[in-house]
């Protein structure tokens, strides 16, 4: 069965430095995703990425973020000087045509030190 | 803006029992989706069951159905024969249609259940 993949599982982090989470999606998806959740709290949306572009982000996703889809097959997220508050689980997912369920990778969790 | 509300914390459930999650959403849209994520300890977020908002049928998976009422707003998840492999964290999450280049899920902020033996 197709699967989204992240990679790192885990990676920890100094505070300041930059870091590139990584995702693989479904191959024939065509819209992604990157998903927050702060430990104990809920998933919040950060961006969505459709047609080689984002198509929406939230109010999360400042300056610091950006989200590149570098290959056709690849779809990452870097965070650019990383802050205390960026620990966190982060989800990668991706969807088919509009209105259908996004499948979830199986995250990375991001730990600033 | 839509918003998703799980007013339960936590739930516990004896195996073989059957347990009901709430879920109540506001929205202006009238044509969304409904779904239901299971967060295990693993914390994977697998897809349990999803609604269309147009249908009236209640969706079914297994061992998994939902009594969503429109007009209230209510999103139900029911799990009849709770086994222990159903203790995980329960997310709520709604989607709009609009036909355009985002599908972004709102999401509750989960409901835990533990399945007791």
């Known amino acids: 069965e197709p699967e989204v993949t992240q990679t790192p599982s885990h990676q920890v982090t100094q505070m300041g430095q930059e870091v590139i989470l990584r995702c693989v999606p479904i191959?024939?998806?065509?819209?992604f995703y990157w998903y927050r959740q702060i430990l104990g709290q809920k998933v919040e949306f950060l961006v969505s990425?459709?047609?080689?572009?984002?198509?929406?982000k939230s109010e999360i996703f400042d300056d610091q973020f950006s989200v590149e889809r570098p290959d056709g097959s690849n779809f990452t997220l870097k965070i650019r000087s990383t802050k205390l508050e960026d620990s966190a689980m982060y989800f990668c997912?991706?969807?088919?045509?509009?209105?259908?369920?996004?499948?979830f990778g199986q995250g990375t969790r991001l730990t600033v030190v | 803006a839509q918003t998703v509300t799980q007013s339960q914390p936590e739930m516990s459930v004896q195996e073989a029992e059957t347990v009901t999650l709430s879920c109540t959403y506001d929205?202006?849209?009238?044509?969304?989706?409904l779904f239901w994520y299971k967060q295990p300890p693993s914390r994977q977020m697998i897809l349990v069951i999803r609604?269309?908002?147009?249908?009236?049928q209640n969706a079914t998976e297994n061992r998994f159905s939902v009594n969503f009422q429109k007009a209230a707003k209510s999103f139900s998840l029911k799990i009849s024969d709770s086994q222990l492999g159903d203790t995980a964290m329960y997310f709520c999450?709604?989607?709009?249609?609009?036909?355009?280049?985002?599908?972004?899920?709102?999401f509750g902020t989960g409901t835990l259940l533990a399945v007791q033996p």
């Open positions: 997912a991706s969807s088919a045509p509009v209105g259908t369920e996004a499948f």
């Open positions: 609604q269309e908002a147009y249908k009236q």
């Open positions: 990425f459709y047609n080689n572009e984002i198509s929406e």
């Open positions: 191959s024939n998806h065509l819209y």
């Open positions: 929205t202006s849209e009238s044509n969304y989706y």
């Open positions: 999450a709604f989607m709009k249609q609009d036909g355009g280049a985002t599908n972004k899920l709102i």
